[in-house]
């Protein structure tokens, strides 16, 4: 995954963090949590706030 997989990086944060509410979560702990994720493979500074938003928006649908 690359940080522009922003519905597969959305579906698998639902599926490894499924009690977090993502409409509270702070970009950094966001940022951390993709960094994480099984299967993610790209730099760090390549990211930045619209595409974190991007991922947050998703991860909004995909708990709904």
Excluded: C
């Excluded at 690359?2 to 579906?11: C, S």
């Excluded at 993502?22 to 299967?39: E, K, N, Q």
């Amino acid at each position: 995954m690359k940080w522009t997989d922003t519905r597969e990086i959305a579906i698998a944060l639902a599926e490894a963090l499924p009690d977090v509410d993502p409409r509270t979560v702070r970009y950094t702990d966001l940022h951390r949590w993709v960094m994480g994720l099984p299967g993610f493979a790209d730099a760090p500074d390549r990211s930045g706030e619209k595409i974190l938003e991007a991922i947050q928006m998703a991860w909004i649908d995909e708990a709904d």
